[in-house]
């Protein structure tokens, strides 16, 4: 089993940052790959940026420049840094992991981008 716990969202302009964070706990040894997921109000949930264990990254073409996903395996910890913020990057941000060939996630953290 695996818990995810979300942390750092919050209210910001656009153009600003934020940093985003993911703690997981459990059998963090068995995860494989992690990632963040964006659902913005009346739409589905989708792809932000994931990685490997081993490293390798994949970002949504909206956010590739802009975001960064990283992780330290040892300590089971995921964050994504956010520049450049858009208003169409307001949504509840979920951490994903996977292990044991099964999907977890996060409760999710808000995110609004406005002025």
């Known amino acids: 089993q695996v818990q995810l716990v979300e942390s750092g969202g919050g209210l910001v302009q656009p153009g600003g940052s934020l940093r985003l964070s993911c703690a997981a706990s459990?059998?963090?040894?068995?995860?494989?790959?992690m990632g963040w997921y964006r659902q913005a109000p009346g739409k589905e949930r989708e792809l932000v940026a994931t990685i490997t264990r081993d490293g390798i990254l994949n970002y949504a073409d909206s956010v590739k420049g802009r975001f960064t996903i990283s992780r330290n395996n040892a300590w089971g910890a995921m964050s994504l840094q956010m520049n450049s913020l858009r208003p169409e990057g307001t949504g509840v941000y979920y951490c994903n992991a996977e292990a044991y060939k099964k999907t977890y996630w996060g409760q999710g953290t808000q995110v609004a981008v406005s002025s």
């Open positions: 459990g059998s963090i040894f068995s995860i494989t790959d």
